[in-house]
């Protein structure tokens, strides 16, 4: 009886210190690590990444926080090689006197172009978060990113290119917001040098 009074109060501890969150180190916490790892990266092998990476990729970023989960997005994913290279053809023809127009996809195999929903006004904010778990789960699947806000001008401020923007099939009342590139880094850029003087502690008396 006594031993059995001790072996349940072993799993009683057991299971409640199994059950509380531990507090890691920063250095040795992997959530942290990816954030501080990842990188923008401009230049892509020419390696497909399979769909079922790519999905798993797309479950992260369909559980992004999002106001009232309104979810006010819409995605397309581009992986087909030839539909890509016929898409950056027409942005350079659109746009013959900017020499990065037609490689405004830095050579990503893959493009994810995410749309906003314009009858809900923080929208654009609940795609960035989302663009923002994209990157950081590719990151930690060993896959490049790099969010890009030009390809989004370059589709829609020219009657040329809007075929293609048709083609990507958005719902009535959805509007291209942001591109996420793909695919698998040919560099390893260094960090750039980030600015914690922007960032500072508040505090007051209360009268």
């Known amino acids: ?107 990503a195999p893959v493009m994810v172009f995410i749309a906003r929903d314009l009858s809900y006004d923080f929208s654009a904010y609940d795609c960035g978060l989302m663009a923002q778990n994209i990157m950081l789960s590719a990151w930690s699947l060993g896959v490049g990113s790099i969010c890009l806000g030009s390809p989004v001008r370059f589709l829609t401020d020219n009657e040329l290119c809007r075929p293609y923007l048709e083609k990507l099939n958005f719902s009535d009342g959805y509007e291209l917001a942001l591109c996420v590139g793909l695919g698998y880094a040919d560099e390893d850029p260094e960090a750039k040098p980030r600015d914690m003087g922007k960032v500072a502690f508040v505090e007051w008396l209360a009268n």
């Open 1 to 107: 009886m006594k031993l059995n009074t001790i072996l349940a109060g072993i799993c009683l501890i057991m299971a409640v210190s199994c059950g509380q969150p531990k507090k890691e180190n920063s250095m040795n916490n992997q959530v942290i690590e990816n954030i501080m790892a990842r990188r923008s990266i401009r230049q892509f092998k020419a390696e497909p990444v399979d769909r079922e990476t790519l999905t798993e990729i797309m479950k992260c970023g369909i559980n992004a926080p999002n106001g009232q989960n309104k979810q006010s997005w819409e995605v397309r994913i581009v992986d087909n090689p030839q539909l890509l290279a016929e898409i950056s053809e027409a942005i350079g023809l659109a746009h013959p006197g900017n020499d990065f127009a037609k490689t405004c996809f830095r050579g």
